[in-house]
């Protein structure tokens, strides 16, 4: 019987050592995470040229919903600074900046802009967790609205479609299929 308890003592003692050593090792990983996260460039560089949007209100709900990630003008709140929302957040604004930025419009910002309209439509836009943390995003159904005919005004309605703004009738598309760059010349 003291044997059994002596075990159980032993057993006790080894897995308190293990969940320590864990902790620890834990709490080591977050400090050097943070580390990295702290390291990470959150910069704003200097807005280029925007589009000529079609009226300040689409301006508003644009960078309202979507300014964030697809403008210079990024609010790097107190969470992006801190693992692992950081490492997500920087990710988020990276890739949102090189496939639409409208900071920097004119010099290959504007790359995929003319999808947004079809983003937004399908849900893809904002993405689902944005929203509990930026609720200035969440547009209800008449701005969300608002917003896509304004982008369409703005943006053109996607490659190779009708009603690209700056298009000359009877302009023809290139070899890929899509139209030239009429937008790279729309600068305000």
């Known amino acids: 019987m003291v044997e059994t308890s002596s075990r159980q003592a032993t057993a006790r ?18 400090v ?20 000529n949007w079609d009226s300040p209100q689409t301006r508003e709900l644009f ?31 990276t890739e949102g900046r090189q496939k639409c930025n409208v900071s920097e419009w004119g010099a290959g ?23 509990p943390l930026h609720p200035e995003a969440n547009l209800s159904a008449q701005e969300k609205q608002q917003l896509i005919q304004g982008l369409v005004a703005t ?11 700056g298009q000359e009738p009877g302009e023809r598309e290139d070899e890929e299929g899509t139209i030239g760059r009429p937008l790279a010349l729309r600068l305000s």
Not at 109 to 131: N, R, T
Not at 157 to 164: M, T
Request: aromatic fraction near 12%; include cysteine; proline fraction near 9%.
């Open 13 to 30: 003692s080894r897995w308190r050592r293990i969940s320590v050593i864990a902790g620890v090792a834990l709490i080591a990983l977050f």
């Open 155 to 165: 943006f053109g309605e996607g490659p190779g479609r009708e009603g690209l703004p």
């Open 63 to 93: 960078m309202r919903a979507c300014g964030d990630c697809h403008s210079n003008q990024t609010n790097w709140r107190w969470y992006t600074y801190v693992a692992p929302a950081a490492f997500l957040a920087y990710r988020d604004v």
């Open 109 to 131: 910002g504007e790359a995929k802009c003319d999808e947004s309209v079809e983003q937004i439509q399908e849900g893809k836009m904002p993405p689902w967790f944005y929203l």
């Open 32 to 51: 050097v995470l943070q580390g990295i996260a702290l390291a990470l460039p959150r910069t704003n560089p200097p807005v280029i040229a925007e589009p």
